[in-house]
């Protein structure tokens, strides 16, 4: 008899983790694209970029779910180039109101349209196209890849404090070369910096074996400048630039000292413990995509956890509030800006080898949060679905 109350207690624990039993069924639906061919084969794009990132969340999410009866499963669909994109996200959501897009934006709005979509909880984990954070927002997506101007405010925030304030610009042609070269001249006037030349890198010649004689060639017109931008996102000709130029000056953006959503030499902050997990999955070092797709992935189950709701209505609201935080190995909490869904956080700005400094910098203070100094503020924003 002495044992009774702890027989009914544990049949009181047991009946209320019962009743906390959430399904909580995801999918990572993924568009492949081809990709623009490089000078350099030097770069190779892991087959499994992003995805990896989800599946090491899965696994964080799974941790804390079984002790507390929600259930995660993670499904991973891939449309190959010219395949049915459209028929894929309805199979997704005909099984999950929870989708991770691995996507172009133009692909990401497709889907968001579908009136499927519309009582899901969509994450744009790949691309950092400002409209989607901008005048092309949908209520249904949250974005947890850096925009193009949260990385460019992070570099011009340090370009201050160093005070080279006299910047030159060299952008390829793709068009993600032009999208962040964009950013890069708005966050420059947003900071107050001028940017005294720009010039567009054009060449087809081999810069492996004519760097030495072109580059300083290309560089001298540029005049006097203090740092040399450059705007190669695909990784094209950027790395031929360095030490090759007509006037000796630091390089920054695409190559360089680079602003990222996450990089192998984020250490600090337990980053190195996620770094290990990660690379322990996938044999690799983990890339911002896989970053993005981990924290959508962490995103949802965080939201879960504090609601213990599985309904994307609720949790929507519990993402977008003051009441959320993700806890993502950055220094500082992480949430959601409430006017276009973008996660805010802090942007290293880092080498190869080293982590140089991180955004925003000392000094960049703020009404309500100073991760929002990166990126569109909530009066600069011509986002309206999330009114």
């Avoid at 002790?67 to 995660?72: I, L, Q, T, V």
């Avoid at 996200?89 to 979509?117: H, K, M, Q, Y």
């Avoid at 203090?226 to 705007?231: E, G, N, T, V, W």
Wanted: proline share 5%.
């Amino acid at each position: 008899m002495r044992h009774l109350p702890l027989a009914i207690a544990c049949l009181a624990l047991n009946a209320t983790f019962a009743l906390a039993e959430i399904a909580v069924p995801m999918v990572y639906l993924e568009q492949e694209i081809e990709h623009p061919p490089t000078l350099s084969n030097l770069d190779t794009r892991p087959s499994d970029l992003g995805q990896a990132g989800a599946m090491l969340a899965l696994k964080d999410n799974l941790t804390t779910g079984t002790f507390m009866g929600h259930k995660y499963q993670l499904e991973t669909i891939k449309v190959p180039i010219g395949g049915d994109l459209v028929g894929a996200a309805e199979n997704a959501f005909a099984t999950s109101s929870f989708v991770i897009l691995n996507a172009p934006a133009a692909d990401v709005l497709r889907i968001a349209d579908l009136d499927s979509a519309q009582p899901a909880l969509l994450f744009n984990t790949s691309s950092s196209d400002m409209a989607l954070r901008d005048d092309a927002c949908r209520s249904n997506v949250l974005h947890t890849l850096p925009s193009d101007l949260m990385r460019s405010d992070a570099l011009m925030q340090f370009a201050r404090a160093k005070r080279w304030d006299k910047l030159a610009l060299i952008a390829g042609t793709h068009d993600t070369d032009i999208a962040f070269a964009e950013a890069l001249k708005k966050s420059a006037t947003k900071f107050g910096m001028s940017m005294s030349a720009e010039k567009t890198w054009a060449f087809d010649a081999d810069m492996r074996r004519n760097a030495a004689q072109e580059v300083p060639l290309f560089t001298q017109e540029l005049g006097k400048h203090d740092l040399l931008l450059i705007a190669d996102e695909i990784g094209d000709f950027g790395r031929y630039i360095a030490y090759n130029t007509w006037l000796p000056r630091p390089v920054a953006g695409s190559e360089g000292l680079v602003p990222v959503a996450w990089a192998s030499v984020v250490e600090q902050w337990g980053a190195a413990q996620l770094q290990s997990r990660f690379n322990d999955l996938a044999q690799r070092s983990m890339r911002p995509q896989d970053y993005a797709a981990w924290a959508a992935v962490r995103t949802i189950g965080e939201a879960v956890t504090r609601t213990g709701s599985n309904d994307p209505e609720v949790l929507r609201a519990y993402i977008l509030s003051e009441n959320f935080e993700l806890a993502g190995f950055k220094g500082r909490p992480l949430s959601y800006r409430d006017w276009n869904g973008q996660l805010r956080q802090p942007i290293p700005l880092v080498t190869d080898r080293a982590l140089a400094a991180r955004a925003p910098m000392e000094g960049y203070l703020h009404q309500r949060n100073e991760l929002d100094t990166l990126g569109l503020d909530a009066p600069e924003s011509s986002c309206t679905a999330f009114d």
